[in-house]
């Protein structure tokens, strides 16, 4: 394939994904936004009042990047892991792709930006909810920052979900990574906490959390502090990206979990 | 002229241990309508798969047109269209989008695989049901809507796996003789059917697989006048001549 080929192949299949997203947008957008909404109305205006500032701003104001991040980081995972599981086994219309002279990489890529569109709009989704809950005074001190890192981390944990995708054998694969492993190191990556207020091995702990790096970057986009320097977080975040993309592109080009 | 599709020693063993190519050699000329028969779990199916990037092979060389299924990946995919067993193409989709977006990953752009789409639906007897979501439509029509998914990036050689299962004798009918004229204008077909007499009709070369071996091949009455004489007639009831031989091959006896 040439490369206005591989381009017409690539937007087939991004393209088809965002047709889908949009067509079933009650089951794509609008559960994360409902959930942030609460979190806003309990962790930021109930609890949040009571708990003062944190790195020298109020709650609320400190959760929304930790909040925008937790929209991106599970909508840019489950849209890649459950639409590549989908088509694997319960349709088997990956085999539409796959008997296609498309090279495994730009399968990857397809459905990678397909979870990243929807990873980057619930994120922006949920910022505007929270503009709403901070009385339209959002913090922001970089939107370059905010942006890049919001692509990356939904490039990130889309990678990880296709990775799911293309090796989950059963539904329960699917569903067992979010819940136990996506979950607790969402929220232990400093969504609704400074790391600093840890204790000493707890810090240490979260340090090899990836996720604390990713809220970490953003977080400085919006307040301008952060936990580490941003350049660690950037570093962190392409190393990651680099990793998951051999993943993926060994199980695919090999047919790991997906050829017989 | 090269070989539409030449298979050389091919061995494939699945993880479970289920052996299902014992080293099958096959050559399909180049404009061939062939037959590809045997029973149930013979090994048809994953020399398919094979052939198609769907499975992978255990040993040996599967080229299409000249271009190996593994060095040459690209090039060789290019020159297929497959038809599959089963109907794998997502229910809420509208046959026009599958058909489109089927060109879209061969690299063709919507501007010329919409009208192409249409048109080849249109030939299938679909264009009612183009804007219809998937799941509306009967099994024949399923079928013939996995046929035009299969031609939209004008393919070369055209894998046909069980097309007609299921389907009704007229809609058999027509789709034999849509498949037909497509063989007419030089389109190669690999046809694999559980309908021996169509089989018997339409294909002009064939190859009979039993147990992951290829136990008999070659030009179909070239086949049928080497194995007529000694067909099995202990049974009750009798076949056309090529179920005979089918029979005869593919006996545990």
């Not at chain 1, 009385?135 to 890192?149: E, R, Y």
């Not at chain 2, 028969?37 to 769907?54: H, Q, R």
């Not at chain 2, 058999?172 to 059917?193: A, P, Q, V």
Request: positive net charge; hydrophobic residues 45%; glycine residues 10%.
């Amino acid at each position: 394939m040439n490369t206005y080929q591989l381009w017409i192949s690539y937007y087939t299949m991004l393209r088809k994904d965002v047709v889908r997203l949009f067509r079933i947008w009650v089951q794509t957008f609008l559960p994360s936004v409902i959930t942030s909404a609460l979190y806003f109305l309990i962790f930021g205006t109930v609890l949040g009042s009571r708990i003062g500032t944190m790195q020298g701003v109020n709650y609320m104001t400190f959760v929304v990047p930790g909040l925008v991040m937790l929209a991106v980081i599970t909508n840019a995972y489950s849209n890649t892991s459950f639409t590549f599981f989908q088509s694997k086994f319960f349709m088997r219309s990956i085999d539409e792709i796959l008997v296609s002279p498309t090279p495994p990489w730009l399968l990857i890529a397809g459905f990678v930006s397909g979870g990243v569109v929807r990873g980057i709009l619930v994120g922006t989704l949920v910022m505007l909810i929270s503009a709403f809950f901070t009385g339209l005074h959002l913090t922001i001190a970089n939107i370059g920052i905010i942006f890049v890192f919001g692509v990356l981390t939904a490039v990130v944990f889309a990678l990880a979900g296709l990775v799911n995708g293309v090796y989950a054998k059963s539904m329960d694969a699917i569903n067992i990574v979010p819940t136990f492993v996506l979950t607790p190191m969402t929220y232990l990556g400093g969504v609704f906490y400074s790391v600093h207020s840890l204790p000493q091995f707890a810090q240490y702990v979260t340090y090899v959390n990836p996720v604390f790096y990713l809220i970490n970057g953003f977080r400085y986009g919006f307040l301008g502090v952060a936990d580490i320097a941003i350049w660690i977080s950037f570093a962190v975040l392409f190393g990651i990206i680099a990793v998951l993309f051999a993943i993926n592109w060994y199980l695919i080009r090999t047919g790991l979990g997906l050829k017989q | 002229m090269a070989n539409a599709l030449s298979i050389k020693d091919l061995k494939k063993e699945y993880a479970n241990g289920t052996v299902a190519l014992k080293g099958v050699s096959l050559d399909i000329p180049e404009g061939d309508f062939f037959a590809l028969l045997g029973p149930n779990g013979a090994g048809k199916t994953t020399i398919i798969g094979i052939t198609a990037g769907l499975v992978n092979k255990s040993s040996g060389t599967v080229s299409v047109f000249g271009s190996d299924i593994n060095t040459d990946t690209e090039q060789a995919k290019t020159n297929i269209g497959l038809v599959g067993q089963e109907v794998n193409f997502n229910p809420f989709e509208k046959p026009l989008d599958i058909v489109v977006n089927q060109a879209g990953y061969y690299g063709i752009p919507r501007s010329i695989a919409i009208p192409r789409a249409k048109q080849i639906l249109t030939d299938l007897g679909l264009a009612e049901k183009m804007d219809k979501t998937a799941m509306s439509l009967s099994g024949g029509m399923k079928r013939r809507l996995m046929i035009a998914r299969a031609l939209v990036n004008e393919p070369k050689f055209l894998i046909l796996d069980e097309p007609t299962a299921g389907v009704d004798v007229e809609l058999r009918r027509g789709m034999w003789e849509y498949l037909t004229g497509l063989s007419k204008k030089g389109l190669t077909i690999l046809l694999t059917t559980h309908y021996l007499e169509e089989a018997e009709q339409l294909c002009k070369h064939v190859a009979i697989i039993n147990k992951g071996e290829i136990v008999e091949q070659g030009a179909m009455e070239d086949v049928l006048k080497r194995n007529e004489s000694s067909t099995n007639t202990d049974s009750k009831f009798r076949g056309g001549r090529l179920e005979e031989v089918f029979i005869k091959l593919t006996s545990e006896k």
